[in-house]
């Protein structure tokens, strides 16, 4: 069985594998959507394939939806060449339950791969032509919280970001320049109104877009490259609007082991594929069950019926901006960042494994949340904060099956410590007058720190995650040697007072000289990351 669309024409050989079929046309619903684009996403990755084209497929199975999405990726192109276009487009959704079941379902709503790459001229001006198209009403983007940034924590321009400002649209390589370039070409054929919506895992995140497709526009026209009309455009939201939500559905890396029971069911071609850019995706995407996305209803030019998603709850901004809070601040992401480097140094590879066998790491990562997160966190009222965080402790969380790692929560943790952990210290700042009285916040950012040694508990090296900041931080911390505690002197002190990061001075805050003699006592040699979790948690017997 392949999974092409004349593969999946022999619709018994996929039932009898238990593999569920698109009820709907799949090659109507992509042709619509090249002729009358409605629905664009940038970011074509695991999460956007799984959770917004599943999404879009439950849409259109309803006939709610008529068209599919347009799917564009603007950083790595091995993605639309490996991934969608031998798979004409189509994706297989894998959901992973706590039981060991699964369920699978070929996906058809990703209607066509556009390369958003202004070196291609075919491609370029295909983007073109979607962008200039009245029939679009959204823009959504997976592209995670670093597409956004247009500045490094000093404030200085990233170097493609300066070329990007100089250059003009037509010559647009970063993501946010390309957005911008393509919102130009909008306002050229008649201005039309239009939504872009982040869907990234960031405080305010459609705030963060706004500010850097309005960062963008101004550098042009003080350039001369934009006309001031084209400035007043994407300013007026009443036009161009940049809605705010929350999105929440663990979507590990593909299972190699998934992979080969697909195989084994008669699916061809599942192994997954590392890109020239490293990025890790099959043909498949496995994930859990429960999928939670809050939009704000701010449609210029209308939208499709996203609330009949499941999961989807369509909201005001405060409401989206208080349900972000909730999770990227309290109840999941700081679990994952406070926990998962520390997961790494002590050797552990799955991070639900590490939470059901560590009682010290399962205290530490309910007293960031209960503890610690949901006393300062107001509630948004469409979730419970504390029904949210029970049903990840009771069933997300210890879900094994899920096979998500330590490794991958370290990615890009630099980028995150300010939203995951800075808003609770800052709420402490602000109720107690110093967050002095947190533990397993510190405890978190000391092991992330920790972590970015890149030398295990045992002493062993290892290969640290992607993230912008790791070779910044490695230069900091290049005289510090574990098992030589001495060796570390003042080397956190610009990590922990950079307000840009955390935004709060912790040491101000006071939790700086804590995270120190933390760092410090999981210094002293081997397994003394271990022990320094286990003096701050306590959780097992001496």
């Known amino acids: 069985m392949k999974l092409t669309i004349n593969g999946i024409k022999n619709r018994e050989s996929w039932e009898q594998a238990g593999i569920l079929l698109p009820g709907y046309d799949v090659e109507k619903a992509s042709e619509k959507a090249r002729k009358e684009p409605k629905w664009v996403h940038f970011g074509i990755g695991n999460i956007f394939r799984v959770f917004i084209g599943g999404i879009a497929d439950r849409l259109l199975e309803e006939g709610a939806l008529d068209r599919g999405i347009t799917c564009v990726e603007m950083f790595d192109y091995d993605v639309a060449d490996k991934i969608y276009e031998p798979y004409d487009n189509l994706g297989l959704c894998v959901i992973l339950h706590g039981d060991g079941t699964r369920e699978y379902k070929v996906l058809g709503s990703m209607a066509e791969a556009v390369k958003a790459q202004s070196s291609n001229p075919a491609q370029w001006n295909r983007l073109k032509e979607i962008f200039t198209s009245k029939s679009l009403q959204l823009v959504s983007f997976t592209i995670t919280e670093k597409g956004y940034a247009l500045q490094k924590t000093d404030g200085t321009w990233f170097p493609f970001v300066e070329a990007d400002i100089q250059n003009k649209p037509d010559k647009a390589v970063g993501a946010m320049a390309v957005v911008t370039a393509m919102l130009y070409e909008r306002y050229k054929a008649g201005k039309y109104p239009l939504a872009l919506v982040s869907m990234d895992n960031c405080s305010k995140n459609g705030e963060k877009l706004r500010e850097a497709v309005l960062t963008m526009t101004e550098a042009w026209r003080k350039a001369g490259f934009v006309e001031e009309g084209f400035a007043a455009y994407v300013s007026d939201e009443k036009t161009v609007a940049f809605p705010w939500t929350m999105i929440d559905k663990i979507t590990p890396r593909p299972s190699e082991q998934i992979a080969e029971d697909l195989e084994k069911l008669g699916v061809e071609d599942m192994k997954p594929v590392i890109t020239g850019k490293k990025t890790y995706i099959a043909p498949f995407v496995n994930a859990e069950k429960p999928q ?38 309290v109840c999941l992401n700081p679990v ?13 590879d799955l991070f639900a494994h590490m939470l059901n066998t560590n009682p010290d790491m399962m205290k530490m990562a309910r007293m960031v949340v209960y503890d610690e997160g949901l006393p300062v966190v107001p509630n948004p009222g469409i979730l419970s904060p504390k029904e949210f965080a029970d049903e990840l402790f009771q069933e997300r969380f210890p879900n094994e099956y899920l096979g998500d790692t330590n490794l991958r929560l370290a990615v890009d943790v630099s980028q995150m410590v300010g939203i995951r952990f800075g808003e609770t210290i800052k709420a402490y700042v602000e109720k107690y007058g110093n967050a002095s009285r947190l533990t397993a916040i510190p405890l978190g950012i000391a092991g992330w720190l920790r972590y970015m040694l890149a030398v295990d508990d045992e002493g062993e090296k290892y290969e640290l995650a992607p993230d912008p900041m790791r070779e910044e ?58 022990k320094t979790v286990h003096k701050y948690m306590g959780a097992m017997q001496d």
């Not at 009949?308 to 901006?321: L, P, S």
């Not at 994952?336 to 552990?348: D, F, I, N, R, W």
């Not at 922990?496 to 002293?524: C, D, H, P, T, W």
């Open 473 to 530: 931080i490695q230069e900091k911390f290049k005289d510090i040697v574990v098992g030589r505690p001495e060796t570390f002197t003042n080397q956190l002190k610009p990590i922990l007072s950079n307000e840009r990061m955390f935004f709060i001075n912790l040491y101000q805050a006071g939790v700086g000289e804590k995270i120190e003699n933390m760092f410090r006592e999981m210094l002293a040699g081997p397994g003394a990351v271990k």
């Open 336 to 348: 994952h960042s406070a926990t998962g480097p520390l997961g790494v140094v002590q050797g552990y």
């Open 292 to 329: 939670y996305l809050v939009i704000e209803d701010s449609f210029p030019n209308g939208r499709p019926a996203l609330e009949k998603g499941v999961g989807v709850y369509m909201a005001d901004r405060e409401t989206v901006n208080l349900s972000e809070r909730m999770k990227v601040t």
